[in-house]
C-alpha cells in the first residue's frame, strides 16, 4: 500500500512516497489481555490525529421494562383513555349536530344522573376490591392474584361494566343519542383489544385455577 504525504516535516521537504508495510503481527489481537488497545498502523507523525480503539465486551440489556412487558395483557388500548374518548366524540357530535332521544316529558337529568352514579359506584366498588387482594388495576402492569370477591362474584369484568353503564347514564343526562351510538365502537375496542387479551394472559399465568373461575363467573353479567 502507498501513502503520499506533502511537506511532512519529518520525511522532509517536498513530495515523497513512503512504502508502508503492514505486517501480520499489527493485525493480530492478543487473547491474554483483550481490554489493551489495538496495535496503531498509523505513522508516528499522525498519532494526534487517530484514536486507538479499544475493545469493549457487548452489553445485553434485560431491564425490568422487557419482564413487565411479557407479563402482562398487552392491550390494545388503555380502557380509561378509549372511555375519554368515546364520551369526548359523543359531545362533539351532540354540539355539531343534535340528536336527542329521550321523550320531553322524562326528566333526562334525574334519570342519567341516577345510572351514573350507580356505575360510578359499581367501578369504584371493584377498584377497591382488587386493590385490597393486593392485585394491579392498570393494565399495563402485572396482575398478581384472581380476584373473586366483591363484586368479582357476579362478572369478570365489574371495571369495564362501570364505564359502559357511567356512558349510558352521560347519553340520558345530556340526552344524546351520539353518546349512545359510541357504546358501539367502545364496547368492540374492550371485548375484543382488552378483555380478549386479558383472557389469553389470566389463563396462561394461572392455568386451571382462571378456567375455574371463568366457569363460575359470566364475562360481563
Not at 501513502?3 to 516535516?9: A, E, G, K, P, S
Not at 503492514?22 to 507523525?45: D, K
Not at 380502557?79 to 359523543?90: K, R, S
Request: proline share 7%; with cysteine.
Amino acid at each position: 500500500m502507498r501513502v503520499r504525504y506533502d511537506d511532512v516535516n519529518w520525511l522532509g521537504r517536498g513530495e515523497r512516497m513512503v512504502d508502508l508495510t503492514i505486517t501480520a503481527r499489527n493485525l493480530v489481537f492478543s487473547e491474554s489481555s483483550p481490554s489493551e488497545p489495538c496495535p496503531s498502523i498509523v505513522p508516528q507523525g499522525f498519532k494526534g490525529v487517530f484514536k486507538r480503539h479499544t475493545s469493549k465486551p457487548a452489553q445485553v440489556f434485560t431491564g425490568p421494562a422487557m419482564s413487565d412487558t411479557a407479563n402482562t395483557a398487552n392491550v390494545i388500548v388503555r380502557p380509561p383513555i378509549a372511555w375519554a374518548l368515546a364520551v369526548l366524540v359523543g359531545l362533539t357530535l351532540q354540539w355539531v349536530v343534535s340528536l336527542p332521544f329521550m321523550p320531553a316529558s322524562a326528566p333526562a337529568g334525574w334519570i342519567g344522573g341516577i345510572v351514573f352514579v350507580l356505575a360510578l359506584a359499581l367501578f369504584a366498588w371493584a377498584i377497591a376490591t382488587m386493590t385490597r387482594a393486593g392485585s394491579n388495576v392498570p393494565t399495563n402492569l402485572p396482575t398478581t392474584t384472581i380476584v373473586e370477591t366483591g363484586p368479582y362474584r357476579f362478572t369478570r369484568n365489574p371495571i369495564y361494566l362501570g364505564m359502559f353503564l357511567g356512558l349510558v347514564g352521560l347519553a340520558i343526562a345530556f340526552d344524546s343519542l351520539w353518546l349512545l351510538v359510541m357504546l358501539v365502537p367502545f364496547t368492540l375496542a374492550i371485548r375484543y383489544g382488552v378483555v380478549a387479551r386479558e383472557e389469553a394472559y389470566l389463563e396462561r399465568k394461572f392455568g386451571d385455577a382462571y378456567r375455574q373461575y371463568r366457569a363460575r363467573v359470566r364475562r360481563w353479567v
